[in-house]
């Protein structure tokens, strides 16, 4: 069941790249294969890949979800986006909050719940799938490692794309119970924001039980 998971968690990422980012490109992004997709389609707005400037972090706030049960430093004001999948092992939605730094810069916190149903009892693996599926086939993983959110497991790891788009990404992983939070950087390859990347993943907390 825990193949199931992943790749029911997959399938609907994956129609959120084929159908969704095909019929919303100009708006705010559902899924992190949406905002990835968006990424792709400014870069070629800006051929030059010239730099943005770094965003100030003593401008961002912190938002909470009273559902999501998280709060995290944004550079700006998330409008939560939801999807439900149907799935092997049930439906799935998928929350998304995703805010846009700049041009070439955005930031998002995602939270799905699985099905109970699911045996999850080696997270690593359902990790492994995600994090394939996140990079792409023609993706390439430059670095990973196993972390943790107070007890609950999870997974850091970068991802670049390269070719004409040339992004990439850092993505923090947590499985919380049946929860699966997931937070993503998508920047410009020459233009990663090391210091604000940093802020807005060390930001992240949950509610003390």
């Known amino acids: 069941m825990a193949d199931d998971a992943s790749a029911g968690f997959a399938k609907m990422n994956t129609y959120s790249f084929s159908t969704g980012f095909k019929r919303n490109c100009q708006t705010v992004l559902i899924s992190l294969f949406l ?9 070629k707005d800006n051929d030059s890949q010239s730099r943005s400037p770094a965003p100030a972090i003593n401008h961002w706030k912190r938002f909470s979800s009273a559902d999501g049960n998280f709060s995290v430093l944004f550079p700006g004001t998330p409008q ?4 439900t999948e149907r799935t092997p092992i049930g439906e799935i939605e998928l929350h998304c909050f995703i805010v846009e730094a700049d041009r070439q810069t955005a930031y998002g916190v ?3 719940d699985i099905p109970q149903s699911a045996n999850l009892r ?5 990790f492994d799938r995600s994090q394939a599926l996140t ?6 993983i430059l670095f990973q490692q196993e972390i943790k959110l107070g007890n609950s497991p999870g997974r850091e790891f970068k991802f670049s794309k ?3 788009s040339n992004y990439s990404g850092r993505v923090r992983l947590f499985l919380v119970g049946h929860r699966l939070y997931e937070l993503v950087a998508i920047y410009l390859t020459i233009n990663p924001h090391p210091v604000e990347r940093e802020a807005f993943f060390n930001s992240f907390s949950l509610p003390p039980n």
């Open 135 to 140: 990079a792409g086939e023609k993706g390439k």
């Open 110 to 112: 995602n939270y799905s």
């Open 35 to 43: 905002f990835i997709g968006l990424i792709g389609c400014k870069q």
């Open 80 to 83: 939560e986006k939801r999807q």
């Open 122 to 126: 080696d997270p690593q693996k359902f």
């Open 162 to 164: 390269g070719g004409k």
